[in-house]
């Protein structure tokens, strides 16, 4: 059974950076879609960033341009670089992964406040 382990969240600032990791347990990740999701306080889950086993990247429109999502199949880690922030981006963060089924983290705050 293939477990995600989110870190990296927390409280930033305005114009301030984050970066998310999520770590992934077993040997499927190399072979797997995998990405972020969030889901902002009273609104429903929505996309981040994903990052195909080929390395096709898509971006939410909120985030293109400010967010950077990579991969280290060696590591078996999925990052989020999350620059820019703005207060709209506070939300729990879900990492994802995709293979046969869907697999979801437990998610991480980020809080964006001044």
């Known amino acids: 059974q293939v477990q995600l382990v989110e870190s990296g969240g927390g409280l930033a600032q305005p114009g301030g950076s984050l970066r998310l990791s999520c770590a992934a347990s077993?040997?499927?990740?190399?072979?797997?879609?995998t990405g972020w999701y969030r889901q902002p306080p009273g609104k429903q889950r929505e996309l981040v960033a994903t990052?195909?086993?080929?390395?096709?990247?898509t971006y939410g429109d909120s985030v293109k341009g400010r967010f950077t999502i990579s991969r280290d199949n060696a590591k078996n880690t999925v990052y989020l670089q999350m620059n820019s922030l703005m207060p709209e981006d506070t939300a729990v963060y879900y990492c994802?992964?995709?293979?046969?089924?869907?697999?979801w983290g437990q998610g991480t705050q980020v809080t964006v406040s001044s």
């Open positions: 077993g040997s499927i990740f190399r072979f797997s879609a």
């Open positions: 994802w992964l995709y293979s046969t089924s869907a697999r």
């Open positions: 990052i195909s086993s080929g390395g096709r990247i």
